[in-house]
């Protein structure tokens, strides 16, 4: 994309289900360097003072937020894995939270679907994301969706984002997110936030 500028007093870094496990093994993210990349991209926006935003998929003992009826969520449940409460505990260590930033546990694929997340953007006077996350299918896609709606600015951080088909991330960037959102890579990124 060219060159963008943002406003750094109401633009927020979205990491979106940055989860250890994911980002850490999977090959789409590995082989391309997502987490090395966010780390600097996190520490940019930081340096710039934009409010940083964290969510992940989150559940209570026994899982009393998933129906039957949810396919998305429903095998999770049916598994007998334990449920994991605390986003915190899934984070990739490398882009963990600071005291003071945004941490939001989710139980939806939808970042800012009954969350206090929206909220707090609001309450922030924030009307523009950066966001990035695993999976480029799954919170991103839906958040985007739901953000656009919202009249949210968007911009998706393409080599910040990763999902377990290659073929679908490329797929949604460049025939579906891009009708939403715009597409910038972290180099872009960065440069809009450093130049504020």
Do not use: W
Not at 27 to 43: D, F, M, N, S, Y
Not at 128 to 152: E, H, M, N, P
């Amino acid at each position: 994309m060219a060159d963008f500028t943002i406003n750094r007093d109401t633009t927020a870094l979205l990491i979106a289900d940055f989860y250890a496990d994911a980002m850490g093994n999977l090959p789409h993210a590995v082989e391309r360097g997502v987490v090395a990349r966010t780390v600097e991209l996190q520490a940019a926006a930081r340096d710039a003072g934009l409010m940083v935003c964290y969510c992940a998929t989150v559940f209570r003992p026994g899982y009393p937020e998933i129906s039957e009826r949810n396919k998305t969520f429903s095998a999770r449940k049916a598994s007998g894995q334990p449920a994991v409460f605390d986003p915190l505990a899934v984070i990739h260590p490398d882009v963990r939270p600071r005291e003071g930033e945004v941490v939001v546990g989710k139980h939806r694929v939808n970042a800012l679907f009954g969350t206090g997340l929206d909220v707090a953007l609001t309450g922030s006077n924030i009307d523009t994301i950066i966001l990035l996350g695993y999976a480029t299918s799954g919170v991103v896609l839906s958040t985007t969706r739901f953000a656009a709606d919202r009249d949210y600015r968007l911009y998706v951080v393409e080599d910040c984002c990763a999902d377990s088909e290659p073929d679908v991330h490329d797929f949604l960037i460049n025939r579906i997110l891009n009708r939403q959102a715009d597409i910038v890579s972290a180099e872009e990124a960065m440069a809009a936030i450093r130049g504020g």
